[in-house]
């Protein structure tokens, strides 16, 4: 599988350069999944939690996070050796969201992170990547302890039209945010119109 990937005429080919945004509320575990799944040293911009954040982030359902995101996260991943992907994640905190039109300059398309403990903190980047017309999928991170639903169920809580994929994962594991991640770049490329190359043998 390959994404119209460029390749000299003697050589072999070159993996094409993806940019991904991972959106969500705030600690539903952005920051992780970038680090789980960066092959270099992810980039982060995070500050510790202090007193002046009480009654500014809820912390709820999230009490023992105790440091947040400020600008973004980056990394990026090498996936079957046909594409990078380059990793954006968002701040998830209200004050922090003017600088999400620069992060998503340019994304093939976005995954937003739920947690169905705190579900409604997902819509703003729901609303925002339709009002931009950027493809998205849900990824629900599994925390421990948390209530499972049927994604059926997420989907109609979410208002999500039945073209945006919903999937479980673990923002821990990287085999299950790599899943995630090419169930993105494979929904963005079909909503873009574009035809993945077929895989060689």
């Known amino acids: 599988m390959g994404f119209g990937r ?53 912390v709820s359902g999230v009490e023992a996070k105790s440091t947040t995101t400020v600008a973004m996260d980056f990394g990026r991943i090498t996936i079957r050796d046909e594409y990078i992907l380059y990793l954006f994640g968002t701040p998830g905190q209200e004050r922090f969201w003017f600088m999400w039109d620069e992060v998503a300059l340019g994304a093939l398309g976005a995954v937003v992170l739920a947690d169905t403990r705190r579900l409604a903190d997902c819509f703003p980047s729901v609303d925002y990547f339709e009002r931009r017309g950027t493809p998205f999928v849900v990824a629900v991170n599994c925390f421990e302890g948390a209530r499972r639903y049927d994604l059926a169920e997420i989907q109609a809580a979410l208002n999500l039209g039945p073209n945006v994929p919903v999937m479980l994962c673990d923002a821990r594991s990287l085999e299950s945010c790599k899943e995630v991640l090419i169930t993105m770049v494979l929904h963005a490329m079909k909503a873009r119109g574009l035809t993945p190359e077929p895989q060689e043998a």
């Open 6 to 58: 460029s390749r000299p005429a003697d050589g072999p080919r070159i993996p094409t350069a993806v940019k991904i945004v991972i959106a969500g509320g705030f600690g539903v575990g952005k920051t992780t999944m970038v680090g789980t799944v960066s092959e270099t040293r992810p980039l982060r911009t995070e500050e510790i939690l202090t007193d002046a954040s009480v009654g500014v982030d809820d």
